[in-house]
Nanobody
């Protein structure tokens, strides 16, 4: 298991940028694939993007492609979600989740049911 803590959320105007961080405990973080989900009030939790354990593979939901970038620093046990060109529809609680993966896995798991380890979430609010 790994413990995850998100940070970096806040209230911004449309068009602004935010960088979320997902800090993990443990010494084997480099073995974990990490994903970001978000959940707006009244909506189901949806996949935003993810990154493989090595950082070589990233995947994004279409509505954030070209605006959001996921990166990781395994030395700091941290994954980042850089969000640019924020829109009001990006308003949600953002969660990170992690799963230990085999090195040969060349994809990002995009189903929330694939992940047991979750952070507590950080609120992102984008005003128009």
């Amino acid at each position: 298991q790994v413990q995850l803590v998100e940070s970096g959320g806040g209230l911004v105007q449309a068009g602004a940028s935010l960088r979320l961080s997902c800090a993990a405990s443990g010494r084997t973080f480099s073995r974990y694939g990490v994903v970001w989900f978000r959940q707006a009030p009244g909506n189901e939790r949806e996949f935003v993007g993810g990154i493989s354990r090595s950082g070589a593979i990233t995947q994004y939901v279409n509505v954030v492609k070209g605006r959001f970038i996921i990166s990781r620093d395994n030395a700091r046990n941290t994954v980042y979600l850089q969000m640019n060109g924020l829109k009001p529809e990006d308003t949600a609680v953002y969660f990170c989740a992690a799963r230990e993966e085999m090195a040969y896995l060349n994809r990002v798991r995009i189903s929330s049911t694939d992940y047991a380890d979750w952070g507590q979430g950080t609120q992102v609010t984008v005003s128009s």
